[in-house]
T-cell receptor
Framework: AQSVTQLDSQVPVFEEAPVELRCNYS??????LFWYVQYPNQGLQLLLK??????LVKGINGFEAEFNKSQTSFHLRKPSVHISDTAEYFC?????????????FGTGTRLTIIP | GAGVSQSPRYKVAKRGQDVALRCDPI?????LFWYQQALGQGPEFLTY????????KSGLPSDRFFAERPEGSVSTLKIQRTQQEDSAVYLC????????????FGSGTRLTVV
């Protein structure tokens, strides 16, 4: 079985400051990793995904994440946040072991940007 | 359509009622997924379709939950004899063929059981 741990349920950050949202996973097989963002009353939007290749993945809205296999982590970073980044962020993992692309999500991190 | 459409947007049901939640995927998307998102939690997988075939229903929490996609397009998630613990946002996502994890999520249906 696979699981995802997002250690921080809430992260307040001042506008234009850097941010890191932490994600650790556990799985017995090779995995694919994802970060999604959810704005209030909306569905999930993909920020970035790691499928293979370079461990540094760049996504939309200036976000990036680094896959670290030895530490089983996939932390999300942004060098300078904006008010519009206020949202819930979900890390997810998948391994195709069930023959389909179902995702296992973490419990989410609420990012609040302070003006 | 331009995106995945879910209806109704909000549903209030009395405990014991049956409900039906609809998902219109993006045209041409063969894969369709249903997820359940309880308040303050991440989405949890319910079931997966490839065209009209339901290939994985391991996440359905009980036999009160039933999903179908008879013509390989629109899907309906039905919950019989709703209970308070069924209150959640139900998310649908679709994905095109030959696309690895090319999910597009709908905005969800918020079900409240009173």
């Amino acid at each position: 079985a696979q699981s995802v741990t997002q250690l921080d349920s809430q992260v307040p950050v001042f506008e234009e400051a850097p941010v890191e949202l932490r994600c650790n996973y556990s799985s017995s097989v090779s995995v694919y990793l994802f970060w999604y963002v959810q704005y209030p009353n909306q569905g999930l939007q993909l920020l970035l995904k790691y499928l293979s290749g370079s461990t540094l993945v760049k996504g939309i809205n200036g976000f990036e994440a680094e896959f670290n296999k030895s530490q089983t982590s996939f932390h999300l970073r942004k060098p300078s946040v904006h008010i519009s980044d206020t949202a819930e962020y979900f890390c997810a993992v998948s391994d195709l072991s069930f023959g389909n692309e179902k995702l296992t999500f973490g419990t989410g991190t609420r990012l609040t940007i302070i003006p | 359509g331009a995106g995945v459409s879910q209806s109704p947007r909000y549903k209030v049901a009395k405990r014991g009622q049956d409900v039906a939640l609809r998902c219109d995927p993006i045209s041409g998307h063969v894969s369709l997924f249903w997820y359940q998102q309880a308040l303050g939690q991440g989405p949890e997988f319910l079931t997966y379709f490839q065209n009209e075939a339901q290939l994985d229903k391991s996440g359905l929490p009980s036999d009160r939950f039933f999903a179908e996609r008879p013509e390989g397009s629109v899907s309906t998630l039905k919950i019989q004899r709703t209970q308070q613990e069924d209150s959640a946002v139900y998310l649908c996502a679709s994905s095109p063929p030959a696309s690895l994890y090319g999910y597009t999520f709908g905005s969800g249906t918020r079900l409240t059981v009173v």
